[in-house]
Structures are given as structure tokens and as C-alpha cells.
């Protein structure tokens, strides 16, 4: 695939993460200490390779099918096309995006129990 539509998928994902701890700091205070990681997905693998996007942020608070519609955001301010572009970058170039609502299933520790984002690679084109 291509190397600059990876990498501006991910940025999306890392800056939505960084806005939604930011968020949850300023609601929280000091007793919140924001996380985000990227972690490899090696049982997601089967199909090729997978990556999650995480954090310690809210939850979706919209339907998955949701989020990824073009113009639909509740990110203030937000104009609803990140998660829409990451997810057409990885559809056109072979792969897939989900949003993950139980993050038990990714077998993560428990500091990362906000927002959960995989990507998975295709090893060929279809």
C-alpha cells in the first residue's frame, strides 16, 4: 500500500487520541494521566497484519457505523472527515478499520480502556 496514506491515517487516529485525553484531563483533573499507544496485533493477524490505535480517553460515544461516516464527529469544533479518510485509506488499499467497543478482545493492558482503533493490513491486494 501506499506509505503516505498509512501515515496519515495513523496521524488522524494519534491526533483524535491526543484531542479526547486532552478532553478527559480537563474533565478529570489531576488525578487523570492520559495514554495513548499503538500495539501490534499478532492474533488479529490471520488476514494480515493489525495495529490498534489506544487510549485511556472516552469511550465512542456514537455508533462505530456512525463514526465513520463523512461529516459526523462529536469532536467539538470537529468537521467529522479523519476517521472517514482513515477508514476509505484502508478499504482502498486493500485493508480494514474497526472500531473495537470491548477492548477485552485485544488482549491490551488496562491503563489503555478508552478508545480502541484497528487497523489491518491486507498482504496482497484483493
Known amino acids: 500500500g501506499s506509505l503516505n496514506y498509512y501515515l496519515s491515517a495513523v496521524a488522524n487516529l494519534i491526533d483524535n487520541a491526543i484531542y ?9 483533573g489531576g488525578g487523570y494521566a ?3 499507544a499503538i500495539r501490534a496485533l499478532p492474533k488479529w493477524a ?3 497484519p493489525a495495529i490498534a490505535v489506544l487510549d485511556n480517553g472516552p469511550v465512542f460515544g456514537i455508533e ?3 463514526a465513520f461516516r ?7 469544533g470537529g468537521m467529522g472527515l479523519g476517521l ?3 477508514k476509505m485509506v484502508m478499504e ?3 485493508g480494514d478499520m474497526h472500531i473495537i ?6 488482549d491490551i493492558e488496562s491503563a489503555l480502556r478508552g478508545a480502541a482503533i484497528v487497523m489491518r493490513f491486507r498482504r496482497g491486494r484483493q
Not at 479526547?20 to 478529570?28: F, I, P, Q
Not at 463523512?70 to 467539538?76: H, K, L
Request: glycine letters at 6%.
Open 92 to 94: 482502498t488499499q486493500g
Open 64 to 66: 462505530p457505523e456512525m
Open 34 to 36: 492520559p495514554a495513548i
Open 20 to 28: 479526547w485525553t486532552r478532553r478527559a484531563r480537563e474533565e478529570h
Open 101 to 106: 467497543s470491548d477492548v477485552d478482545e485485544l
Open 70 to 76: 463523512p461529516f459526523v464527529s462529536t469532536r467539538a
Open 46 to 48: 490471520a488476514e494480515g
Open 84 to 86: 472517514y479518510f482513515a
